[in-house]
């Protein structure tokens, strides 16, 4: 990924945040013939509790999927990358102080993504997958009125739907973070900008902050 020096997140608890509110992942992998491929599913992260030891990622894809068919693969772990991609938007030149000062302005599009690299695992255990389904479903259910929960279904349906899918497990080697907020604009550029993205696109003061480049204290 390129990386200009202003737009890096290189803090590691940082980049945690940003998986953990954008856990829905594009896993890029590739076949022994180097043919590229990716998935779209969610990921969980299991921080390490030693910052010596590597983080984990966790989910599932379908047994139908063909990276499935690598569980036997004598290579045993694969490399991947898996992207989670933070807010993003289109940041129109309108918004800039410049604008009406000398026009010397163009677009640009604001974002905030953390790279993964790792290496990925299939898990085929039924325990394993039981306890991933579940983990999955209270991650995402917490916050509704009524959850959801794995046990609200036949037991003999949820096998079923379990023997459907397999495990993967991504050991984290690298991680890369990336905020491109127009943080090398001006301060009043970036309260221009972020008021833009709240009044056009709708967007809350965290995400604006977010892609805004504006902070608390500025």
Known sequence: MYQPPQFCIDSRIECHRVIKAAPFATLVTHDASGALGADHLPLL???AEDARAPDILAGHIARANPL???????LGSIEVLAIFHGPQAYITPSW???KREHGKVV???????VHVHGRLRLIDDPHWLREMVTTLTERFESERERPWRVSDAPDDYIAAMCRAIVGI???VDRLE???KASQHKSLD?????????QDEYGY??????CLGGVTPED
């Open 107 to 113: 677009p640009t599009w604001n974002y905030q993504v």
């Open 68 to 74: 499935a068919r690598r569980i036997e693969s004598p």
């Open 189 to 197: 550029e970036r309260r221009a900008i972020h008021q833009g993205l």
């Open 204 to 209: 809350g003061e965290q995400e604006a902050a």
């Open 45 to 47: 992260l299991s921080p």
């Open 96 to 98: 800039y102080p410049a």
């Open 169 to 171: 497990e991504i050991t």
């Open 177 to 179: 973070g990336k905020r």
